[in-house]
């Protein structure tokens, strides 16, 4: 072996590992339906056999509830397993499409094939969800896999490197470790395939790196998510489905309500309607309620620290540092300038915007960039119907939070700056899938077909132009 390529591998501790995955996917170890199926398995024992240990990895990195880690991270996971155990030989099976009358004799369909060697790149924020989950999916299509937990959300990823592999077959699958400067020794290989969560920043990073080697991404990133609230509704109803969506996960939450829009006469009736519904959830001091997470690391409790200071407190505002405790907040009299307005909040504060009408609420959110859910609360189907219709996001949830994240039957993704791609469910297996277009020809018949070929008259051509109709024919030739 050349000396220089023994110093490159001395140096890269990520070379074999990917070498090893990729003779493995080369040989075709992947594709059978059994072993996908065995994999996947592998991942439900995981989480039956380690469910308390994974509890506790979330408590200890977010103070994570027994009750939320098992809504938005075990139960949320294994239910995408479930779906794609049931449905794997249905998602794996060739797509027949339709055909032109020139066609008709032959096979026309789309197969759905691994790409190959995959790097999924997961966020602290739900580390368990948002490694799994795309992991699903590229198990499902027959990938060999690389997962990259975020170092941030340490007990977790301690949890994912050491015990996940054990589960699942290791000439195919692989947990690597790092920070962002083991992050970019990664990217510098070749993937075949990169499904990357986290923000837009480093969104950019991940795409640049993939455009060397002209990879394919999933960039599942985040935004600010406007809420509009009408005057038309029930204000303590807003308060209540706002308030613990704002403050699930301590607000640290990618689709999380991010701001309020509505008119002063509605935020007079909704401030007080937010305070009861946070004294009903928390009690009268939240620091002390088992039910209220933490803030992930002290740059990020002080990043949402200094954003307390803009506008005005009407509800919380407290902190402390040596918790990484930051109270329910909301903010009024916040102005569109302010730092508040201009990043992604991810804690449990809440800026309130007036607006004067449901025009300048629209036009207030198509100033700014597409976020990655949007809400709108009224009692008026037509209001609901209008925000849909006038404004873009990646996804849309009428009179509720982020309940359309708990349907697999629905894309999650974003569009614009909040991300490119989808997942959950079978489009998470459509996303992990290259889709190949495919015909298969009888070797004969060649008197049917000397129609193609020079010399050309205009009778052939008006035959071949009819035959090449796109349109869906159910003739024969025969």
């Known amino acids: 072996m050349d000396p220089a390529n023994v110093q490159e591998e001395r140096m890269d501790p990520f070379v074999d590992t990917l070498q090893r995955l990729r003779e493995a996917f080369v040989s075709g170890r992947t594709r059978p339906a059994e072993f996908r199926a065995a994999q996947l398995k592998g991942l439900s024992r995981f989480l039956q056999e380690n469910k308390q240990l994974l509890q506790e990895a979330l408590a200890q990195d977010l103070h994570k509830s027994a009750f939320e880690a098992e809504l938005s991270e075990i139960s949320i996971s294994q239910n995408e397993i479930n779906l794609a155990l049931r449905n794997l030989r249905a998602w794996m099976k060739d797509e027949k499409v339709s055909k032109n009358l020139a ?3 032959d096979s026309a369909f789309i197969r759905k094939e691994p790409f190959g060697l995959v790097l999924i790149l997961s966020p602290w924020n739900y580390p368990l969800n948002l490694s799994l989950g795309p992991l699903v999916g590229a198990l499902a299509a027959g990938n060999c896999v690389v997962l990259k937990p975020s170092e941030i959300s340490k007990s977790t990823e301690k949890v994912l490197a050491e015990v996940l592999p054990r589960y699942l077959d290791q000439s195919c699958f692989a947990v690597v470790l790092g920070g962002p400067q083991e992050t970019g020794r990664l990217l510098e290989h070749k993937f075949d395939y990169i499904f990357f969560t986290g923000n837009p920043q480093v969104g950019k990073i991940i795409m640049t790196a993939a455009a060397k080697h002209l990879t394919p991404i999933t960039l599942e990133l985040g935004g600010k998510n406007p809420c509009y609230v009408d005057d038309n509704c029930d204000p303590q109803t807003v308060a209540n489905r706002v308030a613990f969506f704002r403050c699930f996960n301590a607000g640290q939450t990618c689709v999380a309500p991010d701001y309020v829009l509505c008119s002063p006469e509605m935020q007079a009736r909704l401030v007080p309607a937010l305070q009861s519904a946070i004294t009903r ?4 001091d939240p620091q002390s309620s088992p039910n209220l997470g933490r803030i992930i690391s002290q740059k990020h409790f002080q990043r949402l620290r200094g954003l307390l200071s803009f506008g005005r407190v009407v509800i919380g505002g407290q902190s402390d540092e040596s918790d990484l405790y930051i109270a329910p907040t909301v903010l009024v009299d916040v102005q569109e300038t302010d730092p508040v307005m201009q990043e992604e909040i991810f804690g449990p504060i809440l800026p309130i915007v007036n607006v004067r009408s449901l025009g300048q609420a629209i036009d207030f959110i198509n100033r700014r960039e597409k976020p990655l859910a949007l809400y709108a609360f009224s009692n008026s189907s037509q209001v609901v119907k209008r925000v849909l219709a006038q404004t873009s996001s990646g996804g849309f949830c009428g009179n509720d939070g982020f309940m359309h994240l708990t349907l697999a039957s629905l894309p999650f993704g974003g569009v614009g700056s909040s991300g490119m791609g989808n997942y959950h469910g079978k489009f998470s297996f459509d996303t992990f899938s ?10 004969g018949l060649e008197k049917i077909y000397t129609i193609r070929y020079p010399p050309h ?19 024969t030739l025969l």
């Open 281 to 284: 959830f928390y009690g009268d």
């Open 434 to 443: 290259h889709h190949r277009a495919c015909l298969l020809r009888p070797p």
């Open 103 to 105: 066609t008709q004799l």
């Open 457 to 475: 008259t205009p009778r052939n051509l008006r035959v071949l132009l009819m035959a090449l109709e796109t349109r869906s024919c159910s003739c």
